[in-house]
């Protein structure tokens, strides 16, 4: 839900390759044959928990999450909207991918204004992407592959036509009133609504206040006009989610991600955020042309924890319904500092999220060698050993090219992210068609956007339409995902970024993320190795050791330049005593090393190898 900055311009497409991983036939999953038919909580209470038990109860530690946006993902009824059929189509895909778990962004019944993030009815499906019986079906077959069904859950807020708030703002007095945040307006008069109640914003622009003339109040708003706040501070809330959550975790859903989890409670006092001034000592201005505030008093308070906390309890808790293994928590949690998503894990008392998104790492928006080293090894040692969840990606920020990409060596690039998303410690969350290189392909005309981010803010703030683009899955017109006109223009690269096209290519991007998560799953140093860095004072090439069990340890370089680049990558200073490496995976133009002293690195070229200790 949280939009961090603009999108940049479309960067151009060159092609490139990479070089193919040796042939494995082992299994991505760690399931058993069992899956699906002993529940989580036998599982859990059993006294001698063998081997492949306790994989299905740790799943997640290092796991690999596929983010649908479900409009976008595949249409089957021809509507130009994709749907939960379209999902269920690709599961087979999604295997051979190596994907553990899909997190489907909203999929219930909505007026569309936020695109599903607008709910107005949290136990059911919205007709454009199916019916209960195709989401039940969804669940079937994802089961039968190994594959997890996680869901999107906002809790923060409604749509303003949920039945909860058409009550709410029917008068003061009705008992649904106190579910939503209501204050009194600045200087209202009989005649006047006055101003509203503080100078707290929108994240998408202007006032987080609006007016209601019928009962002569203001509601409060984090985001869109059509989606108010719920007030966590009545019980009552709690209740109808703990409800809710219990309602999907009985279909077999296998846990959620938390929309907007930061932004729950508000500052009781009620008084104005600090405004953020420039260096010329004026107010900063955004995109929507208000004054920039701080967000401290809506934003990560500390009421959120005791909240999460008491989800955290109601997921463990509830009936296992055969679900293979533990439920898990996924936090939106963009967050200032490590210290701040060290909170979000809880502690061992009161746990919190499993999953915390690790913004630090891929949000850094810039190929800088210190910055990354600095938030990898943050990751590493400043988690009291939580797992991280590294995600690059997701349907409110551009794609790898607009942030990270030059418009020349964008595939190559492409490569150096997703190594540090998948060779570092951790789970792995990535967004549909990233596995592609798909690019960022924002509207060029005001009439032409769709999601109300741009309409606000055109010309300088153009929305998250060029993030949301359709699967590009062929070649054909409207890119194999719809027979119609899709809700959003397929873009002109489908010739050359297509599926169909790169799964025939062995140098394609597609080859090197199913090669990557195939490392991730099948080498002991990479499925759960720690991070040790490397060659720690070279500003040009990002390198570090996963030392893993019974001296399995792997060496992974990325030359974030555009100049060719010879490392001395020698891990004596980890223990690790060898210096012949043996290659797993490396870019085109990248040499197999004589000696771990000198690994050579075409332009922004990648090589991983094992070393012995």
């Known amino acids: 839900m949280k939009r961090i900055f603009s999108p940049l311009r479309l960067r151009s497409w060159v092609t490139a390759g990479c070089s193919s991983i040796l042939a494995s036939s082992l299994l991505f999953s760690a399931a058993p044959a069992s899956y699906g038919q002993m529940s989580g909580s036998s599982y859990a209470n059993s006294a001698t928990n063998s081997a492949a038990q306790q994989r299905l109860l740790n799943w997640w530690k290092n796991a690999v999450v596929y983010e649908i946006y479900p409009r976008s993902f595949q249409d089957t009824n021809g509507d130009g909207i994709g749907d939960l059929n379209g999902i269920t189509e690709h599961l087979d895909y999604l295997k051979q991918l190596g994907i553990d778990a899909i997190w489907i962004s909203p999929m219930y019944p909505s007026p569309q204004v936020d695109f599903g993030y607008d709910i107005s009815d949290y136990e059911a499906i919205d007709p454009q992407y199916g019916t209960m019986a195709d989401f039940d079906r969804l669940i079937a077959e994802a089961n039968k592959r190994h594959i997890r069904i996680m869901l999107d859950m906002v809790m923060n807020h409604s749509s303003d036509k949920h039945p909860w708030f058409l009550e709410s703002r029917s008068s003061r007095n009705n008992p649904k009133r106190d579910w939503y945040v209501w204050k009194d307006g600045k200087g209202e008069t009989a005649t006047s609504q006055g101003q509203p109640p503080n100078n707290w914003q929108s994240a998408f622009g202007h006032s987080a206040w609006q007016w209601d003339p019928k009962t002569r109040q203001y509601y409060y708003h984090k985001f869109y006009i059509q989606q108010p706040d719920f007030n966590w501070n009545n019980p009552e809330v709690q209740q109808a989610f703990d409800k809710i959550l219990n309602f999907w975790m009985n279909k077999g859903v296998a846990g959620f991600r938390f929309d907007a989890i930061t932004t729950l409670f508000e500052d009781p006092s009620m008084t104005d955020e600090k405004v953020v001034l420039g260096k010329d000592g004026k107010p900063k201005i955004n995109a929507f042309g208000d004054e920039v505030v701080d967000g401290k008093k809506t934003d990560n308070l500390p009421k959120n924890h005791v909240e999460i906390a008491h989800i955290r309890s109601v997921m463990d808790t509830a009936p296992d319904n055969s679900f293979p293994g533990k439920r898990v928590m996924i936090g939106e949690t963009y967050v200032p500092t490590i210290n701040d998503l060290l909170k979000m894990y809880g502690t061992t008392q009161k746990p919190e999220f499993e999953l915390p998104m690790d913004t630090q790492i891929?949000?850094?928006?810039?190929?800088?060698?210190?910055?990354?080293?600095?938030?990898?090894?943050?990751?590493?040692?400043?988690?009291?050993?939580?797992?991280?969840?590294?995600?690059f990606e997701n349907h409110d920020n551009p794609r790898i090219d607009a942030r990270y990409g030059d418009g020349v060596h964008d595939t190559d690039i492409t490569r150096v992210i997703s190594t540090i998303l998948f060779a570092t410690r951790g789970a792995s969350l990535f967004y549909y068609g990233s596995e592609i290189g798909m690019k960022t392909t924002p509207p060029t005309r005001k009439e032409d956007v769709r999601d109300p981010?741009?309409?606000?803010?055109?010309?300088?703030?153009?929305?998250?339409?060029?993030?949301?683009?359709?699967?590009?899955?062929?070649?054909?017109?409207?890119?194999?995902?719809?027979?119609?006109?899709?809700?959003?223009?397929?873009?002109?690269?489908?010739?050359?970024?297509?599926?169909?096209?790169?799964?025939?290519?062995?140098?394609?991007?597609?080859?090197?993320?199913?090669?990557?998560?195939?490392?991730?799953?099948?080498?002991?140093?990479?499925?759960?190795?720690?991070?040790?860095?490397?060659?720690?004072?070279?500003?040009?090439?990002?390198?570090?050791?996963?030392?893993?069990?019974?001296?399995?340890?792997?060496?992974?370089?990325?030359?974030?330049?555009?100049?060719?680049?010879?490392?001395?990558?020698?891990?004596?200073?980890?223990?690790?005593?060898?210096?012949?490496?043996?290659?797993?995976?490396?870019?085109?133009?990248?040499?197999?090393p004589a000696s771990i002293t000198a690994v050579a690195l075409p332009a922004f070229g990648v090589y991983i190898g094992t070393v012995k200790e």
């Open 362 to 391: 891929g949000f850094i928006n810039k190929l800088n060698v210190a910055a990354f080293r600095s938030k990898i090894n943050d990751a590493e040692t400043r988690l009291d050993g939580n797992v991280p969840l590294i995600v």
């Open 453 to 592: 981010v741009g309409i606000t803010g055109w010309p300088k703030e153009k929305g998250r339409d060029g993030e949301r683009t359709p699967m590009q899955w062929d070649d054909s017109k409207y890119a194999g995902f719809s027979t119609v006109k899709p809700w959003l223009p397929i873009p002109p690269n489908k010739a050359t970024i297509n599926v169909k096209m790169e799964q025939a290519e062995p140098n394609s991007i597609l080859a090197w993320y199913e090669s990557l998560i195939r490392l991730k799953k099948t080498n002991p140093a990479l499925r759960s190795g720690s991070n040790v860095m490397l060659d720690t004072a070279n500003t040009k090439v990002l390198s570090w050791l996963r030392k893993g069990p019974n001296g399995n340890n792997v060496i992974v370089a990325t030359n974030f330049t555009a100049e060719p680049q010879t490392v001395n990558l020698s891990a004596v200073s980890a223990g690790v005593m060898g210096t012949h490496l043996t290659t797993l995976l490396k870019t085109p133009g990248a040499s197999d």
